[in-house]
């Protein structure tokens, strides 16, 4: 929270740096996200939310085999999910909300082992929500709410949610008149878009 202020050029992230902790959230950085953070060997966690990043998310971020937190929320970022996204094993706590992402959610989500929070509410995401969520033993914090999801929140996410006492919120959009989505175990239900 400092204010700075411009773009940030990749080729200032170089592995030599031994980053391993970068916190630029709480600015008003502009342009697209540097591909040069997937430089960053070491790096465990990135923070960018608050700033005015465009673009789409670049696939060079999931490079570092020991990313555990990422949170690009409140940002102009837009398209779809990297498929390296769905690669990053170690990655535990992903905050994409608040941004303009679109398409659907890989049912390769599953394969994220360590996720414990996933925050996609306030974009454009489509489709049904991944039944692949509920191989994810680490959940404690899902939602998907204020998107464009159609369906039933499938039973294998209800069902890990109802057996785990850490999976506490499951948020979707299941209120209203006529809700996008179906709960049954769903902690809180929002109308949506």
């Known amino acids: 929270d400092n204010n ?24 008003a950085f502009e342009g697209t996200v540097p591909k ?36 690009c929320s409140h940002n102009d970022l837009n398209g779809t999910l990297p498929d390296e996204l769905y690669g990053a094993t170690s990655l535990r706590d992903l905050d994409l909300s608040s941004n303009e992402f679109s398409g659907t959610v890989s049912t390769d989500i599953g394969n994220v082992k360590a996720l414990n929070t996933l925050e996609l509410q ?29 369906g039933t929140v499938p039973e294998e996410v209800c069902d890990l949610r109802n057996s785990s006492a850490s999976f506490t919120e499951l948020v979707a959009d299941c209120n209203g008149t006529l809700p996008r989505v179906t709960c049954t175990c769903c902690s809180a239900c929002e109308v949506g878009l």
């Open 122 to 150: 306030s974009n454009k995401f489509v489709g049904t929500i991944p039944s692949t969520l509920g191989l994810l033993s680490n959940l404690e914090t899902v939602d998907v709410s204020f998107n464009l999801f159609n």
């Open 36 to 71: 040069g953070f997937g430089n960053l060997t070491n790096m465990k966690l990135l923070y960018i939310q608050n700033n005015k990043f465009v673009g789409t998310l670049p696939p060079e971020l999931f490079v570092s085999a020991s990313l555990s937190m990422l949170n």
């Open 4 to 27: 700075f202020h411009g773009t940030l050029p990749s080729e200032m992230f170089t592995s030599s740096l031994g980053l391993a902790n970068i916190d630029i959230g709480g600015n």
